[in-house]
């Protein structure tokens, strides 16, 4: 504002520097979830091509269609997938598609 109180001045340079503190905060936060979401991706293809004997680009497809099909998000396919790796248990949200996918895919 200018020394009248009037609106239409220059910001404060202190607000500045906050609203771009917050701006950096939120570019923060969103980078870890991004990255956080990769590494269970990756965890996931590490499990498809493990169990399915598959090329990670293979696996990566498999889980990309299963969730577009299911319409379930893919960041929670893959936590699905990384459960069953350590459970031994598919989710039954996404079973019957991973199971219909991996048969289409594989000669047993």
Same mark, same amino acid.
């Given at each position: 504002m200018h020394e009248d109180g009037l609106p239409g001045a220059v910001q404060e340079p202190e =607000?500045? =520097? #906050?609203?771009?503190i917050?701006? @950096?905060e939120t570019k923060v936060a969103q980078l870890e979830r991004a990255v956080d979401s990769h590494a269970v991706i990756d965890q996931a293809i590490g499990v498809i091509v493990a169990v !399915? $004997?598959?090329t990670p680009a293979q696996a990566w497809d498999l889980i990309r269609e299963t969730s577009m099909c299911t319409n379930i998000k893919?960041?929670? #396919? !893959?936590e699905l997938i990384v459960a069953w790796g350590t459970t031994g248990a598919l989710a039954a949200d996404i079973r019957e598609e991973i199971y $219909? $996918? @991996?048969n289409d895919r594989i000669v047993w």
């Amino acid at each position: 504002m200018h020394e009248d109180g009037l609106p239409g001045a220059v910001q404060e340079p202190e =607000t500045d =520097t #906050v609203d771009h503190i917050k701006q @950096l905060e939120t570019k923060v936060a969103q980078l870890e979830r991004a990255v956080d979401s990769h590494a269970v991706i990756d965890q996931a293809i590490g499990v498809i091509v493990a169990v !399915a $004997r598959m090329t990670p680009a293979q696996a990566w497809d498999l889980i990309r269609e299963t969730s577009m099909c299911t319409n379930i998000k893919l960041r929670h #396919v !893959a936590e699905l997938i990384v459960a069953w790796g350590t459970t031994g248990a598919l989710a039954a949200d996404i079973r019957e598609e991973i199971y $219909r $996918r @991996l048969n289409d895919r594989i000669v047993w």
